[in-house]
């Protein structure tokens, strides 16, 4: 597999405050890959300088050959799309025109859509089966929607990349399976490289292709989720008092 | 939301019409034949082609300059700021700039001796006034970023420019004071025609830049984090902004003094009608609707009945300030005020 996006010995953070140092990632073209770790530990904080947000503290961020920080914000909101947690209180502004949005990056100073633009909309909200939303104003959308519809954004930008900041959380069970359903598909059909943070380490386990694992002290770890679970890493990952990891059925059960 | 364009149209011909009206009103009536025939014919004389060329052409011309103006800059902020409640008049910016026209008006016997034009002298500070302000807001609006203590901020920010002003006032001359305080009350009426010029090329040139930053602001209408991810040069795009708003504002002020509410609520009726955020329909239709409320404004100073003509603010506030009430009660009918 080709890789996409590759980090070299990064190291991230704001200032002078180091969060995580010497990470070395690939992500490759197809694959969904889960970002796992516990509160603060530096998921947003990584996401965010993959995707150009933040500038790294040391290292390097390679996206086809190029160093991401180096491009200009437009070149590289060709490479990377970033769908942040939580929803943008947008108001009036229909579905349409927000997906429309991602198509910024290659449009031209008026950002007028082309017929290319236009069809690169309606793909990212039909493969998101969200057409039938397309007047619909985001306020008036359902937390479930509202997430579609925001990664349908990222889609019409068209990157080889998608990073993603929690996309399921506040969601319920139908609607978790509904979006990672569809991130699989994106990353399959569209031969994408798909990040996307994190809680549910069952989901994880059960749809992801790898799984990158953050620990406070410890080095970043990835791998297979079946390598995660036979080497340990993931009940270390989440060890503390309150739950134990149950081998039976691979899943962290709480104690009472 | 499609083909909202309409809208545009529509506010586009109210403005024209609005205009047309205002060169036959007024003390004297002039029927719209002669109002034609002034315009078009170049040689025709008599009261009623002076009355037109002479008094009520240039007023129709600032009212739709200034109105346009200020309606732009008024969207341009709420965006900026994402704040609903943003605009000229209520962030400090008009004080800002009528600080700086109070020193150039009532401390004039100070630069009388710089040989520069008095217009050049007036657009300048209030020019100075304005973007000084804006840039205090942009600082203030990093540190707390929560849009009512922003507006706050403002207040306060009026209240030290009145302030100053009150001191400077104690200190000049009664023909400074009395032009200072009727320039106070906002007038679309004290351009000379020979002198429009002065006002309507940097509106003219800040209504462009306007609309140059379609693109940049609808993207902010995301965050800026979002705006930051799909390209857009976030710190330039509010440089840009600033000066661009500070501009208009400020010239605007210089020769129609500081006018209340208008470039607050315009961009708000506008959302009434045209229901989208999206800048490109917007800034448009706020442009157009700007330049018809301000020809409106004008013809009921012009037309109150009394001898003495209404303080334009007055008019304006009157109008104004229930869009105001109206977007705090109406609460959540656009959200951009939270912040992601």
């Known amino acids: 597999m080709k890789a996409l996006m590759h980090t070299n010995r990064l190291s991230i953070g704001y200032g002078s405050n180091v969060v995580v140092s010497d990470i070395n990632l690939d992500l490759h073209a197809g694959e969904m890959v889960a970002l796992i770790g516990v509160n603060g ?13 933040l500038q790294p503290l040391q290292g390097t961020v390679a996206i086809d050959g190029q160093d991401l920080h180096r491009l200009s914000a437009a070149e590289r909101a060709r490479k990377a799309a970033i ?3 939580g929803r943008p209180g947008t108001g009036m502004l229909d579905v349409e025109t927000i997906v429309a949005l991602g198509r910024q990056p290659w449009t031209g100073r008026w950002g007028t859509l082309s017929v290319v633009d236009r069809a690169a909309v309606t793909d990212a909200l039909r493969s998101a089966g969200a057409e039938h939303l397309r007047s619909k104003a985001l306020g008036a959308c359902s937390d479930g929607e509202a997430q579609k519809v925001m990664i349908a954004r990222a889609l019409a930008q068209a990157t080889p990349v998608i990073l993603l900041d929690e996309p399921t959380a506040y969601l319920d069970l139908p609607n978790r399976a509904a979006i990672v359903r569809f991130l699989k598909q994106i990353a399959r059909t569209g031969q994408k490289a798909v990040l996307f943070s994190t809680h549910d380490l069952q989901m994880a386990i059960d749809l992801c292709d790898r799984i990158v694992l953050m620990r406070r002290d410890a080095p970043l770890w990835h791998g297979s989720p079946a390598d995660a679970l036979a080497s340990g890493e993931l009940q270390q990952a989440f060890a503390g008092a309150g739950i134990h990891f149950d081998p039976a059925t691979g899943t962290h059960r709480f104690t009472p | 939301m499609r083909g909202s364009g309409t809208w545009s149209l529509i506010f586009a011909l109210a403005a024209l019409a609005l205009a047309l009206l205002g060169l036959a009103t ?12 002034s315009l078009t014919q170049p040689g025709s004389s008599g009261t009623f082609t002076t009355i037109v060329r002479q008094v009520r052409l240039p007023e129709v011309i600032t009212a739709a300059t200034a109105g346009a103006g200020l309606a732009a800059s008024g969207l341009i902020m709420q965006t900026l700021f994402r704040n609903p409640l943003a605009g000229p008049s209520v962030l400090g910016i008009s004080s800002g700039a009528s600080l700086g026209v109070a020193l150039v008006m009532l401390a004039q016997p100070l630069w009388m001796m710089l040989p520069v034009p008095r217009e050049v002298m007036v657009i300048g500070a209030s020019l100075a006034g304005a973007i000084a302000v804006l840039m205090l807001i942009v600082l203030a609006d990093k540190r707390v970023g929560d849009g009512i ?15 100053v002003i009150n001191v400077l006032q104690t200190a000049s001359s009664a023909q400074a ?28 040139l800040g209504l462009l830049s306007s609309l140059a930053l379609i693109k940049p602001l609808n993207s902010l209408l995301l965050g800026e984090d979002y705006a930051r991810s799909m390209g857009t040069n976030v710190q330039r795009t509010r440089r840009w902004a600033i000066w661009t708003t500070g501009l208009l504002a400020g010239t605007i002020t210089a020769f129609c003094g500081p006018i209340a509410f208008l470039g607050l609520a315009t961009p708000h009726v506008a959302r009434m009608f045209i229901r989208t955020n999206d800048h490109r329909l917007l800034m448009p239709a706020t442009m157009l609707l700007g330049m018809a409320l301000a020809l409106g404004c004008d013809l009921l100073v012009r037309t109150s009945g009394s001898d003495l003509p209404l303080p334009l603010n007055a008019v304006t506030s009157l109008l104004g300030a229930p869009v105001v009430l109206w977007v705090i009660l109406g609460g959540k009918r656009w959200v951009s005020s939270d912040r992601p």
Request: one cysteine or more; proline letters at 3%.
């Open chain 1, 41 to 53: 530990v530096g998921k947003s904080t990584l996401l965010r300088t993959l995707a150009g947000l």
């Open chain 1, 83 to 85: 769908v942040l947690t």
């Open chain 2, 26 to 37: 007024g003390s004297v009536h002039v029927p719209f034949s002669d109002v034609w025939s």
């Open chain 2, 149 to 163: 203590t922003l507006l706050i901020i403002g207040l306060m920010v009026g209240y030290l420019c009145s302030a």
């Open chain 2, 177 to 204: 004071l009395k032009d200072y305080i009727r320039w106070g009350m906002g007038s679309f009426a004290g351009v000379a025609i020979q002198r429009a010029g002065w006002l309507v090329l940097p509106v003219l």
